[in-house]
Protein backbone atom coordinates (compact mmCIF):
# COMPACT_ATOMS: atom_id res chain seq x y z
CA UNK A 1 0.00 0.00 0.00
CA UNK A 2 1.23 3.62 -1.04
CA UNK A 3 1.00 5.91 1.32
CA UNK A 4 1.70 10.16 -0.05
CA UNK A 5 2.76 12.68 2.66
CA UNK A 6 1.84 16.55 2.40
CA UNK A 7 3.22 19.17 4.94
CA UNK A 8 0.43 22.23 4.76
CA UNK A 9 3.11 25.44 4.69
CA UNK A 10 1.57 28.29 2.82
CA UNK A 11 0.62 30.69 6.19
CA UNK A 12 2.26 34.11 6.82
CA UNK A 13 2.00 33.14 10.70
CA UNK A 14 0.29 36.60 11.81
CA UNK A 15 0.56 35.65 15.52
CA UNK A 16 4.35 35.69 14.81
CA UNK A 17 4.70 39.48 13.66
CA UNK A 18 7.69 38.48 12.02
CA UNK A 19 8.35 38.89 8.32
CA UNK A 20 10.07 35.43 7.88
CA UNK A 21 7.89 32.72 7.31
CA UNK A 22 6.40 31.16 10.55
CA UNK A 23 7.93 27.42 9.05
CA UNK A 24 11.44 29.22 8.74
CA UNK A 25 11.82 29.90 12.20
CA UNK A 26 14.42 27.80 13.68
CA UNK A 27 13.74 25.10 16.33
CA UNK A 28 17.41 24.07 17.86
CA UNK A 29 18.95 25.56 15.02
CA UNK A 30 17.11 24.19 12.09
CA UNK A 31 13.92 25.35 10.41
CA UNK A 32 10.72 24.35 11.58
CA UNK A 33 9.72 22.52 8.60
CA UNK A 34 12.83 20.51 8.83
CA UNK A 35 10.83 18.47 11.26
CA UNK A 36 7.92 17.95 9.72
CA UNK A 37 10.03 16.62 7.23
CA UNK A 38 11.62 14.53 8.88
CA UNK A 39 8.13 12.48 10.70
CA UNK A 40 7.07 12.04 6.56
CA UNK A 41 10.18 11.24 4.71
CA UNK A 42 9.41 7.71 4.66
CA UNK A 43 6.39 7.98 2.76
CA UNK A 44 6.18 7.42 -0.49
CA UNK A 45 5.46 10.54 -2.16
CA UNK A 46 6.05 13.91 -0.18
CA UNK A 47 4.55 17.34 -1.02
CA UNK A 48 4.82 20.85 0.37
CA UNK A 49 2.12 23.58 0.15
CA UNK A 50 3.88 26.73 0.23
CA UNK A 51 2.59 30.19 -0.42
CA UNK A 52 4.13 33.21 1.78
CA UNK A 53 7.54 34.08 0.62
CA UNK A 54 7.89 30.25 -1.23
CA UNK A 55 10.80 30.59 -2.70
CA UNK A 56 12.67 31.32 0.79
CA UNK A 57 10.66 27.92 2.14
CA UNK A 58 11.58 26.13 -0.90
CA UNK A 59 15.16 26.48 -0.27
CA UNK A 60 14.47 24.48 3.59
CA UNK A 61 13.30 21.40 1.31
CA UNK A 62 14.75 17.99 0.70
CA UNK A 63 15.43 16.77 -3.01
CA UNK A 64 12.68 14.31 -2.31
CA UNK A 65 9.94 17.00 -1.68
CA UNK A 66 7.61 18.89 -4.26
CA UNK A 67 6.70 22.24 -3.53
CA UNK A 68 3.16 23.26 -4.44
CA UNK A 69 2.39 26.74 -4.35
CA UNK A 70 -0.73 28.22 -2.81
CA UNK A 71 -1.30 31.66 -4.27
CA UNK A 72 -4.16 32.83 -2.07
CA UNK A 73 -4.21 31.78 1.43
CA UNK A 74 -7.99 30.73 1.81
CA UNK A 75 -7.84 27.73 4.58
CA UNK A 76 -6.73 24.19 5.05
CA UNK A 77 -9.08 22.68 2.58
CA UNK A 78 -8.41 25.21 -0.14
CA UNK A 79 -4.70 24.36 0.26
CA UNK A 80 -5.07 20.51 -0.07
CA UNK A 81 -7.83 21.23 -3.23
CA UNK A 82 -4.65 23.61 -5.32
CA UNK A 83 -2.69 20.30 -4.31
CA UNK A 84 -5.16 17.66 -5.50
CA UNK A 85 -5.50 20.17 -8.85
CA UNK A 86 -1.54 20.38 -9.53
CA UNK A 87 0.80 19.10 -12.15
CA UNK A 88 3.03 17.79 -9.04
CA UNK A 89 0.42 15.58 -7.76
CA UNK A 90 -0.87 14.28 -11.38
CA UNK A 91 0.95 11.20 -11.19
CA UNK A 92 0.57 10.25 -8.14
CA UNK A 93 0.06 6.49 -6.77
CA UNK A 94 -1.03 6.38 -3.12
CA UNK A 95 -3.89 5.08 -1.33
CA UNK A 96 -3.67 7.33 1.35
CA UNK A 97 -2.73 10.14 1.97
CA UNK A 98 -1.11 11.55 5.06
CA UNK A 99 -1.41 15.78 6.05
CA UNK A 100 0.58 17.56 8.75
CA UNK A 101 1.23 21.18 9.34
CA UNK A 102 4.23 22.23 9.05
CA UNK A 103 4.45 23.78 12.34
CA UNK A 104 4.20 21.24 14.56
CA UNK A 105 7.79 20.44 15.07
CA UNK A 106 7.25 17.88 18.41
CA UNK A 107 5.37 15.46 16.02
CA UNK A 108 7.11 12.13 15.72
CA UNK A 109 7.31 9.65 12.85
CA UNK A 110 6.07 6.84 15.68
CA UNK A 111 2.47 8.67 15.95
CA UNK A 112 2.27 9.32 12.09
CA UNK A 113 3.08 5.54 11.84
CA UNK A 114 0.61 4.19 14.31
CA UNK A 115 -2.04 6.93 12.15
CA UNK A 116 -1.50 5.27 8.94
CA UNK A 117 -1.59 1.72 10.77
CA UNK A 118 -4.98 2.49 12.34
CA UNK A 119 -6.57 3.83 9.57
CA UNK A 120 -5.31 1.39 6.91
CA UNK A 121 -5.97 -2.27 8.46
CA UNK A 122 -9.32 -0.54 9.37
CA UNK A 123 -9.75 0.91 5.21
CA UNK A 124 -11.13 3.86 7.20
CA UNK A 125 -11.91 6.59 5.13
CA UNK A 126 -9.93 9.18 7.15
CA UNK A 127 -7.84 9.02 10.20
CA UNK A 128 -7.19 11.79 12.93
CA UNK A 129 -4.79 12.75 15.64
CA UNK A 130 -6.16 14.55 18.64
CA UNK A 131 -4.91 15.06 22.32
CA UNK A 132 -6.68 16.20 25.30
CA UNK A 133 -5.15 19.14 26.44
CA UNK A 134 -5.37 21.41 29.92
CA UNK A 135 -6.21 24.72 27.99
CA UNK A 136 -8.00 24.03 24.35
CA UNK A 137 -7.90 27.88 23.55
CA UNK A 138 -7.06 28.51 19.85
CA UNK A 139 -7.73 24.83 18.90
CA UNK A 140 -10.76 23.35 17.10
CA UNK A 141 -13.10 21.03 19.27
CA UNK A 142 -13.38 17.54 18.20
CA UNK A 143 -17.18 16.72 18.81
CA UNK A 144 -18.33 13.02 19.00
CA UNK A 145 -21.21 10.84 18.92
CA UNK A 146 -20.58 8.30 21.55
CA UNK A 147 -17.06 6.98 20.82
CA UNK A 148 -17.28 8.08 16.80
CA UNK A 149 -16.11 11.60 15.48
CA UNK A 150 -18.94 13.44 14.25
CA UNK A 151 -17.38 16.97 13.54
CA UNK A 152 -14.67 19.21 14.25
CA UNK A 153 -15.45 22.72 15.49
CA UNK A 154 -13.22 25.88 15.22
CA UNK A 155 -13.20 27.96 18.05
CA UNK A 156 -14.20 30.68 16.41
CA UNK A 157 -17.95 28.88 14.96
CA UNK A 158 -17.77 26.70 18.25
CA UNK A 159 -20.43 27.33 20.95
CA UNK A 160 -19.85 27.94 25.20
CA UNK A 161 -20.82 23.98 25.23
CA UNK A 162 -18.35 22.99 22.74
CA UNK A 163 -15.50 25.40 24.06
CA UNK A 164 -15.32 23.74 27.42
CA UNK A 165 -14.11 20.38 25.20
CA UNK A 166 -10.76 19.67 25.75
CA UNK A 167 -9.68 16.99 23.03
CA UNK A 168 -8.54 19.15 20.67
CA UNK A 169 -8.00 18.29 16.64
CA UNK A 170 -3.83 18.71 15.80
CA UNK A 171 -4.59 18.77 12.19
CA UNK A 172 -2.92 15.62 11.31
CA UNK A 173 -4.63 13.29 9.09
CA UNK A 174 -4.90 10.28 7.35
CA UNK A 175 -7.13 10.10 4.20
CA UNK A 176 -8.67 7.45 1.59
CA UNK A 177 -7.28 8.88 -1.24
CA UNK A 178 -10.36 8.44 -3.28
CA UNK A 179 -13.02 9.49 -0.51
CA UNK A 180 -10.64 12.52 -0.41
CA UNK A 181 -10.81 13.54 -4.19
CA UNK A 182 -14.70 12.41 -4.42
CA UNK A 183 -15.61 15.21 -1.60
CA UNK A 184 -12.97 17.94 -1.02
CA UNK A 185 -14.53 19.85 -3.72
CA UNK A 186 -18.00 19.72 -1.88
CA UNK A 187 -16.42 22.32 0.47
CA UNK A 188 -16.97 25.84 1.11
CA UNK A 189 -16.33 29.27 2.95
CA UNK A 190 -19.62 29.49 5.02
CA UNK A 191 -17.62 30.07 8.44
CA UNK A 192 -16.83 32.85 10.65
CA UNK A 193 -12.84 32.89 8.50
CA UNK A 194 -14.43 32.65 5.54
CA UNK A 195 -11.95 29.92 4.42
CA UNK A 196 -12.45 26.39 3.06
CA UNK A 197 -11.90 24.20 6.12
CA UNK A 198 -10.49 20.81 5.86
CA UNK A 199 -12.48 19.45 9.25
CA UNK A 200 -15.06 19.66 7.37
CA UNK A 201 -14.49 16.43 5.93
CA UNK A 202 -14.85 14.61 9.10
CA UNK A 203 -18.64 15.68 9.22
CA UNK A 204 -19.39 14.60 5.85
CA UNK A 205 -17.63 11.20 6.66
CA UNK A 206 -20.06 10.82 9.71
CA UNK A 207 -23.27 12.02 7.72
CA UNK A 208 -22.18 9.12 4.93
CA UNK A 209 -21.88 6.74 8.01
CA UNK A 210 -18.47 5.89 6.57
CA UNK A 211 -15.97 4.54 9.10
CA UNK A 212 -13.19 7.26 10.68
CA UNK A 213 -10.39 6.39 13.74
CA UNK A 214 -8.99 8.48 16.00
CA UNK A 215 -5.26 7.87 17.03
CA UNK A 216 -4.99 10.07 21.11
CA UNK A 217 -1.63 11.25 21.25
CA UNK A 218 0.01 13.15 24.41
CA UNK A 219 -0.23 16.97 24.35
CA UNK A 220 3.18 17.93 23.35
CA UNK A 221 3.70 15.67 20.49
CA UNK A 222 1.20 18.10 18.78
CA UNK A 223 1.71 21.42 19.69
CA UNK A 224 1.88 24.05 17.12
CA UNK A 225 3.47 26.95 16.95
CA UNK A 226 1.59 30.45 16.30
CA UNK A 227 3.52 32.90 18.37
CA UNK A 228 7.10 33.42 19.92
CA UNK A 229 6.03 32.27 23.18
CA UNK A 230 4.60 29.07 21.65
CA UNK A 231 8.35 28.85 19.54
CA UNK A 232 9.94 29.20 22.93
CA UNK A 233 7.86 26.39 24.60
CA UNK A 234 8.55 23.77 21.83
CA UNK A 235 12.07 24.73 21.58
CA UNK A 236 12.27 23.72 25.09
CA UNK A 237 10.97 20.95 25.19
CA UNK A 238 12.79 19.77 22.25
CA UNK A 239 16.43 20.95 24.12
CA UNK A 240 15.35 18.93 27.78
CA UNK A 241 15.04 16.15 25.91
CA UNK A 242 18.09 16.58 23.37
CA UNK A 243 20.26 17.40 26.62
CA UNK A 244 19.03 14.53 28.35
CA UNK A 245 20.04 12.46 25.66
CA UNK A 246 23.62 13.37 25.54
CA UNK A 247 23.44 12.71 29.47
CA UNK A 248 22.71 9.50 29.35
CA UNK A 249 25.31 8.92 27.16
CA UNK A 250 28.09 9.98 29.62
CA UNK A 251 27.82 13.79 29.56
CA UNK A 252 28.26 16.01 32.20
CA UNK A 253 25.52 19.34 32.20
CA UNK A 254 26.57 22.06 35.38
CA UNK A 255 23.02 23.69 34.24
CA UNK A 256 20.95 22.57 31.72
CA UNK A 257 18.62 25.40 31.90
CA UNK A 258 21.31 27.67 30.72
CA UNK A 259 22.57 26.00 28.32
CA UNK A 260 21.36 26.04 24.48
CA UNK A 261 22.93 23.27 21.94
CA UNK A 262 21.24 22.92 18.50
CA UNK A 263 20.35 18.85 17.40
CA UNK A 264 23.18 18.78 15.21
CA UNK A 265 25.61 19.08 17.63
CA UNK A 266 27.72 16.19 18.60
CA UNK A 267 28.94 15.67 22.00
CA UNK A 268 31.28 13.01 22.92
CA UNK A 269 31.21 11.11 26.26
CA UNK A 270 33.43 12.18 29.43
CA UNK A 271 33.18 16.31 28.60
CA UNK A 272 31.42 18.81 30.81
CA UNK A 273 29.46 21.46 29.56
CA UNK A 274 29.81 24.58 32.12
CA UNK A 275 26.82 26.51 32.89
CA UNK A 276 25.68 29.58 30.24
CA UNK A 277 27.24 27.52 27.14
CA UNK A 278 25.83 27.52 23.87
CA UNK A 279 26.52 25.24 21.37
CA UNK A 280 25.58 25.52 17.40
CA UNK A 281 26.14 24.54 14.29
CA UNK A 282 28.15 21.38 13.25
CA UNK A 283 29.76 21.80 16.13
CA UNK A 284 31.51 18.63 17.60
CA UNK A 285 33.25 18.19 21.29
CA UNK A 286 35.58 15.20 21.69
CA UNK A 287 36.05 13.50 24.40
CA UNK A 288 36.81 14.60 28.20
CA UNK A 289 36.57 18.25 27.31
CA UNK A 290 35.32 21.04 29.85
CA UNK A 291 33.20 23.66 27.96
CA UNK A 292 32.36 27.02 29.50
CA UNK A 293 31.06 28.92 31.70
CA UNK A 294 29.78 31.71 29.55
CA UNK A 295 30.66 30.27 26.59
CA UNK A 296 29.91 30.20 22.60
CA UNK A 297 30.79 27.58 19.97
CA UNK A 298 29.62 27.55 16.37
CA UNK A 299 30.49 25.37 13.40
CA UNK A 300 34.07 24.11 15.51
CA UNK A 301 35.68 21.15 16.45
CA UNK A 302 37.25 21.04 19.97
CA UNK A 303 40.09 18.14 20.07
CA UNK A 304 39.99 15.72 22.70
CA UNK A 305 40.80 16.80 26.64
CA UNK A 306 40.38 20.64 25.06
CA UNK A 307 39.46 23.43 28.10
CA UNK A 308 37.33 26.28 26.40
CA UNK A 309 36.15 29.51 29.02
CA UNK A 310 34.29 32.37 28.78
CA UNK A 311 35.39 32.53 24.94
CA UNK A 312 33.71 32.62 21.59
CA UNK A 313 34.45 30.32 18.39
CA UNK A 314 33.80 30.23 14.98
CA UNK A 315 34.05 28.31 12.34
CA UNK A 316 37.39 26.54 14.15
CA UNK A 317 38.94 23.56 14.58
CA UNK A 318 41.58 21.89 17.69
CA UNK A 319 42.96 19.25 16.20
CA UNK A 320 44.91 18.28 19.98
CA UNK A 321 44.41 19.37 23.19
CA UNK A 322 43.75 22.78 23.53
CA UNK A 323 43.74 25.93 26.27
CA UNK A 324 41.89 28.38 25.04
CA UNK A 325 40.28 31.60 27.02
CA UNK A 326 39.51 33.26 29.19
CA UNK A 327 37.99 35.47 26.80
CA UNK A 328 39.34 34.74 23.99
CA UNK A 329 37.53 35.19 20.12
CA UNK A 330 38.62 32.37 17.36
CA UNK A 331 37.30 33.14 14.63
CA UNK A 332 36.55 31.36 11.02
CA UNK A 333 39.64 29.24 9.57
CA UNK A 334 41.47 29.27 12.57
CA UNK A 335 43.49 25.63 12.82
CA UNK A 336 45.12 24.74 16.20
CA UNK A 337 47.73 22.20 16.35
CA UNK A 338 48.14 19.99 19.72
CA UNK A 339 48.90 21.82 22.78
CA UNK A 340 48.16 25.12 21.67
CA UNK A 341 47.38 27.63 24.20
CA UNK A 342 45.19 30.94 23.44
CA UNK A 343 44.74 33.13 26.52
CA UNK A 344 42.81 35.96 27.78
CA UNK A 345 41.58 38.62 24.93
CA UNK A 346 43.23 37.01 22.55
CA UNK A 347 42.13 36.58 18.72
CA UNK A 348 42.73 34.69 16.15
CA UNK A 349 41.49 34.30 12.23
CA UNK A 350 41.95 32.59 9.28
CA UNK A 351 45.33 31.48 10.48
CA UNK A 352 47.20 27.76 10.97
CA UNK A 353 48.66 27.50 14.79
CA UNK A 354 51.21 24.85 15.12
CA UNK A 355 51.91 22.22 17.96
CA UNK A 356 53.04 23.77 21.16
CA UNK A 357 52.69 27.74 20.39
CA UNK A 358 51.06 30.11 22.37
CA UNK A 359 48.91 33.36 22.13
CA UNK A 360 49.17 33.96 25.41
CA UNK A 361 46.80 37.66 25.46
CA UNK A 362 46.05 40.75 24.30
CA UNK A 363 46.55 39.91 21.30
CA UNK A 364 45.54 39.42 17.33
CA UNK A 365 46.69 36.70 14.61
CA UNK A 366 44.91 37.11 11.77
CA UNK A 367 45.98 35.68 8.51
CA UNK A 368 49.03 33.83 9.73
CA UNK A 369 50.60 30.17 9.92
CA UNK A 370 52.27 29.70 13.26
CA UNK A 371 54.76 27.06 13.03
CA UNK A 372 55.88 24.26 16.01
CA UNK A 373 56.39 26.28 19.64
CA UNK A 374 55.95 30.08 19.00
CA UNK A 375 55.51 32.20 21.54
CA UNK A 376 53.42 35.06 20.69
CA UNK A 377 53.56 37.57 23.46
CA UNK A 378 51.34 40.32 24.97
CA UNK A 379 50.08 42.85 22.89
CA UNK A 380 51.30 41.81 19.79
CA UNK A 381 49.59 41.71 16.01
CA UNK A 382 49.33 40.77 12.68
CA UNK A 383 49.11 43.79 10.44
CA UNK A 384 47.19 41.70 7.82
CA UNK A 385 44.68 44.30 5.67
CA UNK A 386 46.66 47.02 3.86
CA UNK A 387 42.89 49.20 3.47
CA UNK A 388 42.53 47.06 0.15
CA UNK A 389 43.90 43.44 0.31
CA UNK A 390 45.17 40.66 2.89
CA UNK A 391 48.39 39.43 3.37
CA UNK A 392 49.48 36.46 4.97
CA UNK A 393 52.49 36.47 7.70
CA UNK A 394 54.82 33.44 8.41
CA UNK A 395 56.09 32.81 11.50
CA UNK A 396 58.87 29.80 11.93
CA UNK A 397 59.07 27.33 14.68
CA UNK A 398 60.75 28.17 17.56
CA UNK A 399 60.06 31.99 16.60
CA UNK A 400 60.00 34.52 19.80
CA UNK A 401 57.83 37.67 19.44
CA UNK A 402 58.33 39.74 21.61
CA UNK A 403 55.14 42.21 23.97
CA UNK A 404 54.13 45.33 21.90
CA UNK A 405 54.98 44.31 17.95
CA UNK A 406 53.43 44.86 14.82
CA UNK A 407 53.76 42.31 12.13
CA UNK A 408 53.66 44.14 8.95
CA UNK A 409 52.32 41.69 6.29
CA UNK A 410 53.73 39.96 4.03
CA UNK A 411 56.55 39.04 6.09
CA UNK A 412 58.37 36.24 7.32
CA UNK A 413 59.58 35.19 10.49
CA UNK A 414 62.60 32.77 10.38
CA UNK A 415 62.70 29.66 12.62
CA UNK A 416 64.35 30.18 16.04
CA UNK A 417 64.04 33.72 15.70
CA UNK A 418 63.59 36.82 18.40
CA UNK A 419 61.53 39.88 17.68
CA UNK A 420 61.93 42.57 20.21
CA UNK A 421 59.46 43.97 22.13
CA UNK A 422 57.69 46.90 20.87
CA UNK A 423 58.95 46.66 17.62
CA UNK A 424 57.34 47.25 14.31
CA UNK A 425 58.67 44.75 11.56
CA UNK A 426 58.02 45.47 7.88
CA UNK A 427 60.90 43.37 6.51
CA UNK A 428 61.42 39.81 6.87
CA UNK A 429 63.87 38.16 9.97
CA UNK A 430 66.67 35.68 9.02
CA UNK A 431 66.48 32.23 11.25
CA UNK A 432 68.00 32.68 14.76
CA UNK A 433 68.19 36.66 13.96
CA UNK A 434 66.91 39.25 16.02
CA UNK A 435 64.97 41.50 14.49
CA UNK A 436 64.27 44.98 16.13
CA UNK A 437 62.89 48.31 15.12
CA UNK A 438 63.26 51.11 18.00
CA UNK A 439 63.82 54.80 18.11
CA UNK A 440 66.83 55.67 20.24
CA UNK A 441 65.45 56.36 24.09
CA UNK A 442 66.00 60.51 25.45
CA UNK A 443 65.78 61.28 29.14
CA UNK A 444 65.55 64.70 29.14
CA UNK A 445 66.17 65.54 33.02
CA UNK A 446 64.00 68.15 35.02
CA UNK A 447 61.11 67.98 32.47
CA UNK A 448 58.05 67.81 35.01
CA UNK A 449 59.34 70.47 37.31
CA UNK A 450 59.39 73.13 34.63
CA UNK A 451 56.09 71.83 33.22
CA UNK A 452 54.62 72.94 37.19
CA UNK A 453 53.01 76.31 37.18
CA UNK A 454 55.21 78.74 39.28
CA UNK A 455 52.64 79.14 42.30
CA UNK A 456 54.06 75.65 42.88
CA UNK A 457 57.09 76.08 42.87
Known amino acids: MKIS ?9 TRMKSDLPKVLHSVLGKPMITYGQNAIKHLNNKYVVVGHQSDLVIKELANEFKPVIQEEQLGTGHAVLTLLNSNEFINDDSDYIVIIPGDAPLLLKESIDELISESTKRSVALGIITAEVSNPSGYGRIIKDGNTISKIVEESDSSEAEQKINEINSGMY ?7 LENIKTLNSNNEQNEIYLTDLIEIAFQNKLDTVIVQVSEDTIKGVNSMSQLNEVETSLREELITLHMENGVYFQDPSSTYIDKSVLIKAGSRIMANTHLTGKTEIHDDCVVGPNTMINDSTIGEGSSV ?28 EEGVKVGAFAETKNSNVGSGSKIPHLSYVGDADLEENVNFSAGSITVNYDGKNKHRTEIKKDAFVGSDVMLVAPVTVGEGAMIGAGSVITKDVPPKALGIERNQQKNIDGYMDRKKPKDEN
Open 5 to 13: GVILAAGKG
Open 174 to 180: CFNKSFL
Open 309 to 336: IFSVLDGVTIKGTGTIGPYAHLRKGSIL
